[in-house]
């Protein structure tokens, strides 16, 4: 098993956290949480997911635009993965259940094999598997900017991933919380059941914070 966390965020995921408590802010690869109020000038400059344009299993263009003032699992995967990518479906599932009805909270994948998931081949993924679309993207679009998007803004590296071949790139059981601001608030084992019953308590503590 590659190293997925540091252990600050193990230890994160061992304590529950309370709904009006904040969740942590993440800018780098050490993935060390940040204890800063969403109103701290700390947050100017700080890392943001950039602005990307892919396209989802409908066809549709997906931008961060799309995403403005919502709350977004993002994680990577390819259709004919045989292993990581169906056991994380199964945890995203399960998001995206608990959160059918919630329009404010979305799950994005990437596809890190676009030159074989073409629009059709994700449209029957997403059928297949009851991916729903509006509420579970798939996307998909050029190779090197999903690659940097992964590496610059998602931070997935040679330590929370598993090397397909020589090739390849490496993708990830990690799964990350991204607030309606685009910061990154969450990262989380998705072949991990408690794992990701934290990411969606703390989905829901995001919503609680925005309330009030």
């Known amino acids: 098993m590659m190293k997925i966390f540091t252990l600050t965020v193990i230890l994160l995921f061992l304590t529950p956290l309370n709904a009006s408590e904040e969740l942590p802010y ?7 949480p940040n204890w800063i ?13 950039p602005a990307f344009s892919f396209t989802d299993q ?9 995403f403005e003032d919502k ?7 390819f259709s004919t993965c045989p292993g990581i990518c169906p056991a994380v479906r199964s945890k995203l599932n399960k998001v995206q259940e608990t ?6 909270v979305k799950i994005v994948q990437h596809s890190i094999r676009p030159s074989t998931d073409s629009v059709e081949v994700l449209q029957a993924y997403s059928e297949e598997n009851n991916i729903v679309s509006g509420k579970w993207y798939l ?10 998007l992964a590496k610059s803004a998602y931070f997935a590296s040679e330590d929370l991933g598993n090397i397909q071949n020589t090739n390849d790139f490496l993708h990830t059981e990690s799964l990350l919380l991204i607030d309606q601001n685009r910061y990154i608030r969450g990262i989380y084992n998705g072949l991990n059941a408690a794992s990701v019953d934290y990411l969606i ?8 914070q925005k309330a009030k």
Do not use: C, W
């Open 201 to 208: 308590a703390d989905i829901r503590a995001l919503k609680e």
């Open 58 to 66: 409908m066809g549709n263009t997906v931008t961060q635009d799309t």
């Open 71 to 77: 709350i977004y699992v993002a994680g990577f995967f």
């Open 37 to 49: 109020e969403p109103d701290s000038p700390e947050l100017n400059g700080f890392h943001k997911i």
């Open 26 to 32: 993440y800018q780098d690869e050490a993935f060390t």
């Open 139 to 148: 996307l998909t679009g050029d190779k090197s900017e999903i690659y940097s």
């Open 99 to 104: 959160f059918i009805n919630d329009a404010e």
